[in-house]
């Protein structure tokens, strides 16, 4: 057992297991997250307004419905949205209203709505506490102490929703405040465990773990409400939670310094790769320097234009799909799962292929953040623009849609890798504070696009992806501009001591040397 244990360790390396417990925390992380966003349909019972006459209200044709070409299509959809609201509980759960009332609450659309986005408003709040907090005491007690957190509150939510609705908001808003550290904790494991040349491949395969969450997270949470209700969903993921906070507290360390297992080969290369330019504990921040640093603003422009545009794709162009071409994209599990599962191989894709190009000495590790950041940027705004003006031809504009994902997943090989760049020392407190920026702009998506679409008309939508196109480019035009993956004089405690490109790409040819001597040791 000894020796076969031995092989395995030595078969495993270590950063490769790491790999895996954090993608399979990440899944949990979105697990828990949107939990509520399904299991919702089944908890709650929304009143329905009656026009005039007393029958019920039907909505609006859809803009393409209108088309007289299409009247045919017109008759369907307004039986469609007749039916669906007269069998309001039955058709959303698939279970017989009287069996379900006893389970469910009644709400307004507006405390529905708070229900939905109160996790986000506690979520914008720890980005930077987090970021600091994982520098200092590690990034094992701040990720593993915030989903052990989410669990203790998702696995009260049931009690929660049956006492009051602002009891529920309350709870959604504590799990927004402690998953808001996972993320800027993430960047502060990468920074001392993951070699730069292979950190794109990592964060893709790891921060993209979320698309797989949401794309096994949706249909199982779905059969457990069919089968045994909507409290049962909350109380599966809480426990399910609890066994990876126990691994990942048993398995995980936060350096290879710490690692009890971890073979001597893999940590030297390691180390040497990582260099004398990360430190353990630094003790203070340089805020100043921070905050006025060009490269990092670079940085966080193009989060901002990425987020951007990453919540309109995320949530509204199903609405555009539905209320201009008058086909829902939620109606068929496939095409809601396609967009999640693109996003994924897009960036593994893009996270290999930047591995490739650095590995072998192709391009520089600037011309590889700006490659794939110009990717991630620019080719989903051209995809928008090609949605709008595809017309009413929704099997093409539905196939576009997830090109535009698989673009947009290159971010992991582009900018976000680039504050490790910057300063490794800092990497999770200044990705806090690029999130925090970034997640402040997105938020204002939806006010945006209400506003731009009051009678939801293909003309206003495709104003809309323009909007949102000028976002991507003028961002990412910023970035290739004043972009760096020069080490910040700020990285040091106290400062001074900066390293220039020439300096950081000679560590890289280091780093490509003592690959080739230990990869057939690792």
Request: aromatic share 10%; proline share 5%.
């Amino acid at each position: 057992m000894g020796a076969s244990s031995y092989h395995i360790h030595k078969a495993v390396p270590a950063r490769v297991s790491l790999a895996f417990m954090t993608a399979a925390g990440v899944m949990v992380l979105y697990m828990l997250r949107i939990n509520l966003s399904v299991a919702i349909v089944a908890m709650v019972e929304t009143p329905i307004a009656n026009n005039e006459e007393g029958s019920i209200s039907v909505q609006p044709k859809a803009s393409c419905l209108r088309n007289e070409k299409l009247s045919w299509m017109n008759q369907t959809h307004e039986e469609q949205a007749t039916t669906e609201t007269t069998t309001n509980a039955e058709s959303r759960t698939g279970l017989p209203a009287d069996e379900q009332a006893s389970d469910r609450i009644v709400l307004s659309g507006t405390q529905k709505g708070l229900i939905l986005g109160a996790f986000f408003y506690g979520y914008i709040f720890t980005n930077i506490p987090g970021g600091r907090l994982a520098e200092v005491y590690g990034t094992k007690r701040v990720f593993g102490g915030s989903m052990l957190l989410s669990s203790l509150l998702t696995l009260g939510t049931p009690l929660a929703t049956h006492l009051h609705y602002s009891v529920l908001i309350l709870l959604r808003i504590m799990i927004g405040l402690c998953q808001g550290v996972v993320y800027p904790a993430l960047h502060v494991m990468v920074a001392r465990w993951i070699p730069p040349l292979e950190r794109p491949r990592f964060m893709s395969f790891t921060y993209m773990a979320n698309c797989v969450g949401l794309i096994l997270t949706m249909p199982v949470c779905g059969l457990i409400i069919d089968a045994v209700g909507w409290p049962t969903v909350f109380y599966a993921s809480g426990s399910v939670s609890f066994v990876w906070v126990v691994l990942w507290f048993t398995l995980m360390y936060d350096s290879p310094e710490q690692h009890p297992r971890i073979s001597t080969e893999e940590r030297r290369y390691i180390l040497e790769a990582l260099g004398k330019d990360v430190t353990v504990k630094p003790k203070r921040t340089p805020w100043r320097d921070i905050m006025t640093n060009l490269p990092l603003w670079a940085i966080n422009m193009a989060h901002v234009g990425a987020m951007f545009g990453f919540t309109l794709l995320m949530t509204h162009l199903p609405s555009y799909m539905s209320s201009v071409l008058g086909f829902s994209i939620k109606s068929n599990g496939l095409l809601s799962a396609l967009p999640f599962l693109t996003q994924f191989l897009g960036s593994n894709a893009c996270g290999m292929l930047g591995d490739f190009l650095l590995t072998r000495g192709y391009i520089t590790v600037l011309t590889s953040r700006k490659i794939f950041t110009t990717v991630s940027l620019v080719f989903p705004a051209v995809v928008l623009v090609a949605v709008g003006y595809v017309g009413c031809n929704s099997t093409i504009a539905v196939s576009i849609f997830p090109v535009g994902t698989a673009f947009a997943g290159a971010i992991c090989s582009g900018y976000l890798a680039n504050h490790h760049d910057l300063s490794p020392n800092f990497a999770g407190t200044i990705y806090g504070v690029t999130n925090t920026i970034a997640f402040g702009v997105g938020m204002c998506v939806p006010v945006v696009v209400g506003v731009m679409t009051p009678e939801q008309s293909l003309g206003q939508w495709q104003a809309v992806f323009w909007v949102t196109a000028a976002m991507y480019l003028s961002t990412w035009l910023f970035y290739v501009v004043f972009a760096s993956s020069d080490i910040q004089p700020w990285n040091s405690e106290g400062g001074g001591g900066g390293k220039g490109e020439n300096v950081v790409e000679n560590n890289h040819g280091e780093e490509l040397e003592s690959l080739n001597k230990t990869k057939d040791e690792v």
